[in-house]
């Protein structure tokens, strides 16, 4: 009885421990492929699920996140017979995991194996300068190629980059002194152009002084002309003001005489006083009026009588 119940009791254990281990989870972004006698029976997808010990095994586990698969660089030779070592990069997603279980043996190096061959494909047609300025051109032929080529795979390649191009050492040392001489000739282009500009920028300094020089001078001319204009007039108003002052004067003075009425001997006796001042002028020649000499002979009478 006691055997029995012992018997029972690790039937029971064991039975516990299979069950137990036919009960497998999946986990999120996983998927499990499953076989039954050795034939594809169905996929699992995220959850716990249930398979029949001995009858069912998991044939592929498949991760539905999106991989990064980065190669080994891989030897190409360019049109122009550069050889050169470039590494890529494949980001790629298992959208069906029985054809990535049964679509190729060893999907990822099969992958790879297919990068290499399209990647020497794509450089064979291109020459040194366009390999390396080519990259966005490349990545989309390989893109293009490879994931046409892994559908039935079961893979979806989503993007393909190429990481690093080394050409060889010689190359890169012609490379490096191009590019020093490519400095140094943009260093002295724009050294000339700098050069260039000052001397326009002095050119057109000096051409604006003398612009503002020859300007200050007109302005100083044209200030001094109207200035001595402007005396001129005042001087000729002033000469006007005393010419016409003068001859008002000697108009009054010939009123006022008019007005008075003098007599003839008065008249005579200005005349002589007239001769008196032309007389004392500078004049070398006097015609002195017939009138003026009698009056000067009865001024001479007059004074001699006047000594005796």
């Not at 064991?14 to 499990?32: D, H, M, R, T, Y």
């Not at 009698?294 to 001024?299: E, H, K, S, V």
Request: include cysteine; charged fraction near 25%.
């Amino acid at each position: 009885m006691i055997k029995f119940v012992i018997t029972l009791a690790v039937v029971l254990v064991l039975a516990g421990i299979i069950v137990f281990s036919c009960l497998k989870v999946v986990p999120q972004e996983s998927a499990f492929v499953i076989e039954r006698f050795g034939k594809y029976r169905c996929t699992w997808n995220a959850g716990i699920h249930f398979k029949l010990p001995i009858i069912d095994r998991i044939s592929r586990r498949a991760l539905l996140k999106e991989q990064v698969a980065d190669f080994a660089p891989q030897p190409v030779i360019t049109k122009d017979n550069v050889t050169m070592q470039i590494d890529s990069v494949v980001y790629f997603k298992i959208t069906d995991p029985k054809l990535y279980a049964y679509g190729v043996e060893n999907p990822i190096m099969a992958m790879e194996n297919l990068t290499a061959t399209t990647l020497r494909n794509i450089i064979g047609d291109l020459e040194l300068d366009a390999t390396l300025t080519s990259r966005e051109q490349i990545n989309s032929q390989m893109l293009q190629t490879i994931d046409y080529a892994t559908d039935p795979w079961g893979i979806k390649v989503t993007r393909v980059e190429l990481k690093n191009i080394q050409p060889p050492a010689a190359i890169r040392e012609s490379m490096e002194k191009q590019m020093k001489a490519e400095r140094e000739k943009r260093a002295a282009i724009l050294t000339a152009e700098g050069e260039k500009q000052a001397m326009i920028l002095t050119a057109e300094g000096r051409k604006e002084s003398a612009v503002l020089e020859a300007e200050a001078s007109k302005r100083a001319t044209i200030l001094a002309a109207e200035a001595q204009k402007e005396k001129e007039i005042r001087e000729a108003e002033g000469r006007a003001e005393a010419i016409r002052q003068i001859h008002q004067a000697t108009a009054e003075g010939l009123r006022a005489i008019k007005e008075a009425d003098p007599s003839e001997s008065v008249i005579k006796l200005k005349s002589l006083e007239a001769f008196q001042a032309a007389a004392n002028g500078q004049a070398t020649k006097i015609i002195i009026p017939s009138e003026i000499q009698g009056i000067a002979g009865l001024a001479e009478g007059i004074k001699e009588a006047v000594k005796e």
